[in-house]
């Protein structure tokens, strides 16, 4: 890490204005919001509320937010308890000058009382949708006491979702929220069962919504939302505690529970942050840092495959109050011991497991000879990009990226980065055929990924889709896809496209009846995918139909074909 700041008075968030200027906001509890620009910190705060707040315990300025499009707005937020311990969530405005605010411009847009001194929560995000999301605390004491975190007709212990910018100087409740048109609940309520959720973020590549919400006595947890979540997602407390009930026989029926979860050996107050999107240390992105108040470990936290993986990346020793992202997606972390900004750097590498290379169509792990596989790996691409090959023979290198299988080139399909997933299509050498497991290096230019240990297989079936559930099948007569407007008709001739046959005989079944397959073989002009044609059954049923590819003793994963 390198320090880039220092003198920060409990600093208990950094921010960007998403507007081009490169500026980081480092905001103290005290009230007092300061900028760090081309390095230096400007003496001036660019604003100072100290007459409003005080910075006592939990107590303070907690969180900023500058709205998509801050650069011709000039208004932002902010969350701080006020004189009496109340959270107050207002709207500043900049002044001619960008460097500092209209200290009396003002609005107060919501108050909510706190009943105790702690557990205020105080982040402030704007999610991906433009509305901006307010992550409450439970009000405070201990074990939630008055149960407010249950409590739909109380907005503490809440993650809240309100809309700021229609109508500017106003609060409106977005018509999707999903408990608006509840009988006796808050229609701001986005999400509830939190404690106190200090520090939360969206993933900038796929909007995923990370909490990190910290425990009574015993766990810390990190949840996890997809950007796909329409909302509503009770994440548990005060009934449980992590995934552990903190009162005697809880029920769990409709929670969402922690993804990931650390005990008092590991440290006492978790700390969220970001999914690494920058560009200094490749082989970090994906992975969500976070850390912990009182230990000072910095964790990355990632999704590989149905699985979560937690790994130490650094001990720094940090009393460890928030983490930040600049416009580039480079990661900031503050150290309250010594008021100490410090950006995360390192991790120059590849990084990539035996989990994560897979057969392109099912996305199982595993390889097998003379198929067309896919492995993921941060690190390949600097941009969002797609580089396909444009000629066959396939070649062994695109935009100076390569994969060696047991030590044999292997020719690329492919190489992209869409959505902060990074991944590579290949051929599987024939040569590996008979083995039980290769090794998986990936090389961009001079730098090297550690070697991946992965199966071989005699045959690893899967049907390409379009969604991961719909199968890619083809109609012989005129080559459309086979699709709810245009079914597959009982005795009809189609063909689906597979991965990973092997040499073994091919079988087909269509809702449980066999298929009779007239040709299993390379698919023209795609290497390493197969072209399976086949009869669908003279009695096949009306409505969605399984479609099961099998080979010796392995079949592939259900997929579905609409059939008349």
């Known amino acids: 890490m390198v320090q880039v700041a220092g003198g920060i008075a409990a600093p208990t968030d950094i921010q960007h204005a998403r507007d081009g200027s490169g500026r980081l906001f480092l905001v103290q509890q005290d009230g007092v919001i300061r900028i760090l620009r081309g390095g230096a910190l400007l003496a001036q705060p660019f604003l100072d509320l100290r007459s409003k707040t005080r910075a006592s315990g939990e107590r303070g300025l907690l969180g900023l937010a500058f709205p998509p499009g801050y650069a011709s707005k000039g208004r932002f937020y902010v969350n701080y308890t006020d004189l009496n311990g109340h959270t107050v969530i207002a709207q500043y405005r900049a002044t001619a000058n960008p460097d500092r605010a209209d200290e009396s411009s003002e609005q107060i847009l919501l108050r909510i009382e706190q009943p105790y001194s702690n557990h205020n929560g105080g982040q402030l995000v704007f999610g991906p949708d433009g509305y901006l999301y307010v992550g409450m605390g439970d009000g405070g004491s201990a074990g939630d006491p008055q149960n407010y975190s249950q409590n739909m007709s109380a907005l503490l212990g809440k993650m809240l979702r309100l809309d700021v910018e229609s109508e500017p100087g106003r609060v409106i409740v977005p018509p999707d929220n999903p408990f608006r048109n509840r009988a006796g609940a808050r229609g701001e309520i986005w999400a509830l069962g939190l404690r106190n959720p200090w520090r939360f973020s969206f993933d900038r590549a796929t909007g995923d919504l990370w909490i990190a919400d910290v425990g009574q006595n015993a766990l810390e ?77 910095i964790w990355g936290l990632e999704r590989v495959g149905q699985w979560w993986s937690n790994r130490l990346l650094l001990a720094s020793g940090f009393n460890i109050t928030t983490f930040g992202e600049d416009e580039a997606g480079e990661i900031y972390v503050a150290n309250a011991a010594n008021g100490s900004i410090h950006r995360i750097e390192g991790g120059q590498g590849l990084r990539l497991n035996a989990s994560g290379v897979v057969n392109a169509a099912s996305f199982e792990p595993g390889l097998v000879a003379g198929s067309l596989a896919t492995v993921f790996v941060a690190g390949i691409l600097d941009e969002d990009a797609v580089l396909a090959a444009d000629r066959l023979p396939l070649p062994t290198a695109l935009g100076g990226i390569s994969v060696t299988v047991g030590g044999i080139p292997a020719p690329l ?15 599987v050498p024939v040569e590996i055929a008979g083995q039980t497991s290769v090794d998986v290096i990936v090389r961009r230019g001079a730098v090297v990924s550690s070697p991946a240990r992965v199966a071989v297989l005699e045959a690893q079936p899967a049907i390409y889709t379009l969604d991961g559930r719909r199968a890619v099948a083809v109609h012989n007569a005129d080559y459309s896809l086979v699709q709810a407007e245009r079914p597959l008709q009982p005795g009809e001739y189609a063909f689906v496209y597979a991965s990973g046959l092997g040499p073994g005989s091919v079988r087909l079944s269509l809702g449980g009846a066999p298929c009779a397959v007239q040709y299993s073989g390379p698919a023209p002009g795609f290497p390493g995918v197969y072209q399976v044609n086949f009869q669908a059954p003279l009695d096949a049923r009306s409505g969605d139909a399984e479609l099961i590819l099998s080979v010796g003793q392995a079949s592939s994963p259900p997929v579905l074909v609409p059939v008349r």
């Not at 992209?416 to 991944?423: I, K, R």
Request: hydrophobic share 30%; proline share 4%.
């Open 221 to 297: 947890e990190i949840n996890w939302r997809p950007a796909s979540s329409r909302g509503g997602e009770n994440y548990g407390w005060n009934r449980m505690e992590g995934t552990s009930c903190f009162r005697p026989g809880c029920d769990r029926t409709g929670l969402t529970l922690p993804v990931f979860e650390y005990g008092r050996a590991e440290g006492c107050s978790v700390t969220g942050g970001f999914v690494y999107r920058g560009r200094q240390a490749p082989a970090l992105r994906g992975i969500y840092v976070y850390g912990d108040y009182c230990s000072g470990r």
């Open 413 to 427: 399909r492919a190489v992209a980065s869409l959505n902060g997933q990074e991944q590579i299509n290949f051929l």
